[in-house]
């Protein structure tokens, strides 16, 4: 489900509509990144606690995606939508916002879920977190962005530097 | 994962699937001649979604760009080939658009287009260097949204370049940005060029360049644009090439075609398609529930979906 959610937001954001040609697609390109949150869960279940066997763990750790559905979809609604002007100046904005307020909410889902469903300690569960994210979204940027990688880094270098002067 | 009791979201997604994949053919876009010339829609600036930041595949991206009326394009992968060479050989079977083979050359401090190169080009060389091993390897050198700092390290090689994007997305990023590219263009000789720059959003061909050229061939696209036979409209009116070419293309009504390219997309399948896949994704969404949203007391297990 979390696969096909992914292919059709990017279906949509891609070309205005979801077809079958670009639903396969954006699913082939956008296999690595369920792979790559599949093995960060892995990593984590792996490495402490395992009260339950791996399986429905996987089922539910991703039904915590609600947060990031709503931010992809609305996010396909306004690329999809949207003249390219209009998608071109205000996408990058409205993309920094859904996905903070994505990111804020689902720390708490996935909080709890390590706390409470993996039964790991306060501080453990926090590990978890932080685990599976620097896993996960250091692979899913790698695979985007590795070929500009020096690129990359000079425009995170500048971000920084703008926020700090 | 399970989607509880809403038979509707399955449905409407299967709608939605159906009514975009009716939809999803090339519109029809008969062959443009006049005065001698066959004219060509181009996209030299596209991403796809292999290690380049796109979310389609080579052969998706030829696809779209057809669907979107292109007759070139290069894919431009930042500092490889491989997309471009999987891209040309599936448009070769296909019958799709001619695929040049393309790269970004992406460097700390700017980006240099490659087009019809025979191999990647390091982008650990000055941009001089990088330039000079493009035309040695037959391809020409587009300076790629100059905007910004970018636009400040072409400074020494206004001269050697041969093409600049004047129509580029960023130019509704920002309004300095489109002011920027248009000043670019006035300061070098370079034939103007229209890129989407497509990656995952827009479409291909968002902004094109039109090339005059004598048949639409890879060889003759090359002749085409090694005598500059290339005309860009902007979005504001301006427009850039040849004033005889310039003279042609308004003939040809392909102003009001380059504005066009710009407006929201879609025909009523495609609308239809949309609105029903959004609705699906917006039910999936409301309906999850994560097994550590319910209040359980610690050291109890949680019923799981």
């Known amino acids: 489900m979390y696969w096909l959610v992914l292919a059709c937001t990017a279906a949509l954001a891609a070309g205005g509509r979801l077809s079958l040609r670009l639903l396969l697609d954006t699913a082939v ?137 | 994962m399970r989607v509880p009791g809403r038979v509707w979201i399955p449905l409407a997604l299967l709608a939605s699937l159906i009514a975009g994949t009716i939809a999803d053919r090339p519109e029809p876009s008969p062959a443009i001649q006049i005065g001698g010339y066959r004219v060509l829609s181009a996209d030299f600036h596209l991403h796809s979604g292999l290690w380049s930041g796109g979310t389609l595949t080579p052969w998706g991206l030829v696809l779209e760009a057809e669907r979107q009326g292109l007759d070139v394009i290069a894919l431009t992968a930042h500092n490889e080939t491989a997309d471009a060479r999987v891209a040309r050989a599936f448009s070769r079977i296909a019958g799709g658009p001619v695929v040049l083979i393309g790269e970004e050359v992406t460097s700390a401090t700017q980006d240099l287009i490659a087009i019809h190169i025979d191999s990647t080009i390091s982008p650990k060389l000055s941009l001089p260097d990088q330039i000079e091993e493009v035309h040695r390897q037959g391809g020409l050198a587009i300076a790629a949204h100059p905007v ?40 070098t000789p370079a034939m103007p060029i229209g890129s989407s720059d497509f990656h995952f959003m827009g479409h291909p061909g968002s902004c094109r360049t039109f090339v005059f050229a004598r048949d639409a061939t890879e060889p003759a696209v090359m002749v085409a644009l090694r005598e500059h036979h290339t005309v860009v409209y902007l979005p504001n009116g301006h427009v850039y090439g040849d004033p005889e070419l310039v003279k042609l293309a308004d003939a040809a009504g392909l102003q009001q075609r380059a504005q066009a390219y710009t407006r929201a997309r879609g025909s009523l399948l495609d609308w239809v398609s949309r609105v029903l896949a959004l609705l699906a994704l917006f039910g999936i969404a409301a309906s999850l529930r994560s097994p550590a949203s319910r209040r359980v007391p610690a050291g109890l297990e949680f019923p799981l979906p």
């Open chain 1, 29 to 165: 390109v956008l296999a690595p990144i369920v792979i790559f949150q599949c093995v960060a869960l892995a990593v984590v279940y792996w490495t402490g606690e395992r009260p339950l066997p791996f399986a429905p763990v996987v089922d539910g750790y991703f039904a915590g995606s609600g947060p990031w559905f709503f931010a992809l979809t609305v996010l396909a609604a306004f690329a999809s939508a949207a003249s390219p002007p209009v998608a071109s100046r205000w996408f990058a904005k409205l993309n920094a916002i859904l996905f903070l307020a994505a990111i804020v909410l689902s720390v708490r889902i996935d909080f709890r879920y390590y706390r409470y469903v993996l039964m790991r300690t306060t501080r453990r569960a926090i590990g978890d977190l932080v685990t599976y994210r620097a896993l996960a979204w250091s692979a899913t940027v790698l695979y985007f962005l590795f070929t500009a990688a020096e690129k990359s880094s000079q425009a995170v270098h500048d971000v920084v530097r703008a926020l700090t002067s």
């Open chain 2, 148 to 187: 910004g700092r970018d636009r400040t390290q072409y400074a020494d090689v206004l001269q050697a370049i041969d093409g600049a994007e004047v129509c580029h997305p960023a130019q509704w990023e920002r309004d300095d940005w489109a002011a920027d590219l248009e000043q670019f263009k006035a300061s």
